[in-house]
């Protein structure tokens, strides 16, 4: 089985080629610099250069294609003109399924986020729970799912939709931030801290991507994957703390005076493309709850998250200290 993932340079897609690869697959990744990926070409990877934007770099990728996972995004950046994030996150899309279709592939599996629910208002939410996006990261996500199922329906050909909760593991740094403060002990916790957060570790993550890929079943549907276990953030951070054996933060600030200040810099900075000390989704990650129901996945397609939360944990603060970033 000839596969393709786009965005094999980062965390996720990186983590899924080399699954994809162990399990058998032969596994092709588009990537912007081959220099850059030579890490993927060493495990057996064949790279294709290309920017997703590049129809012909797009189509010779394709080439005898079976499955292709659509990975690659544009993610909150300071200074990103919404008209980029549209044009990766959804026009590219639609670009993607169309040259999956031409090439014979059978099916695209096309990674979303859960955000496009936007603040669970009553966790844990499924696929069929309301869709809020919040900013314009998830607007554009949610654009791209749905260009992504008109064009397949269009050129008959399958489209699996992924939606993952927030993703963690040995190689993320996006949640660095939030294990280093809680070692180092400078966590301040802001609000009550009773807001659900639900967490997917990666090795759980890209084996539902390949059943998404694999499945019958799993044609033409949409999937939360998340972890089988859902915490508050209190219970997280304190569940942090125990692992790495320190005291767990007990500081807890009030939200609105952060709010402010983080649309007060987003004002000033993001117009000179100056990343923003705060930004106003970085207290949303205390304020906003999320927790979902991963039924539809563990009964159609199999899906079974293997780790859990404590041992997910613990194999990130050791890939953490190793780099030497605690």
């Keep these: 089985m000839r596969v393709l993932v786009t965005g094999a340079t980062g965390f996720t897609g990186g983590h899924l080629a080399r699954a994809l690869t162990a399990a058998g697959r032969d596994v092709h990744a588009l990537v912007r610099d081959v220099g850059r990926a ?6 057996g990877i064949t790279l294709h250069a290309g920017d997703l934007r590049d129809s012909e770099a797009v189509a010779a990728a394709m ?3 079976d499955i292709v996972y659509h990975i690659a995004a544009t993610y909150r950046e300071a200074g990103i003109a919404d008209a980029t994030y549209r044009a990766i996150n959804a026009t590219a899309v639609r670009q993607i399924v169309e040259a999956a279709a031409r090439a014979g592939a059978r099916r695209v599996v096309h990674c979303s986020t859960v955000g496009v629910h936007g603040d669970i208002a009553h966790p844990p939410a499924n696929e069929d729970a309301p869709l809020r996006p919040g900013d314009i990261y998830q607007v554009t996500k949610l654009e791209g799912e749905r260009l992504a199922r008109d064009t397949g329906a269009r ?3 399958d489209v699996t939709i992924a939606r993952p909760t927030g993703i963690y593991g040995p190689g993320d740094r996006r949640l660095l931030k939030l294990f280093r403060g809680v070692v180092r002990g400078r966590f301040p916790m802001l609000g009550s801290g009773e807001i659900y957060y639900h967490l997917t570790y990666i090795n759980d993550l890209v084996e539902g991507f390949r059943l998404c890929g694999e499945h019958p079943q799993a044609a033409n549907r949409t999937y939360i994957l998340a972890g089988g276990e859902v915490t508050t953030l209190n219970e997280l951070v304190a569940l942090i703390a125990q692992v790495a054996e320190v005291r767990a933060p007990t500081l807890h600030l009030p939200v609105w005076p952060f709010w402010l200040a983080g649309a007060v810099c987003e004002a000033i900075c993001v117009p000179l493309g100056i990343a923003p000390p705060i930004y106003r989704r970085r207290v949303d990650f205390f304020t906003k709850s999320r927790a979902f129901d991963i039924t539809r996945a563990r009964t159609e397609i199999g899906y079974a998250p293997a780790v859990g939360l404590r ?10 200290r190793a780099q030497g970033w605690l």
């Design 311 to 320: 041992d997910g944990i613990a194999r990130t603060l050791e890939w953490y």
């Design 38 to 43: 030579s890490a993927l070409a060493a495990d």
């Design 63 to 65: 080439n005898g294609v």
């Design 155 to 157: 050129l008959g050909i």
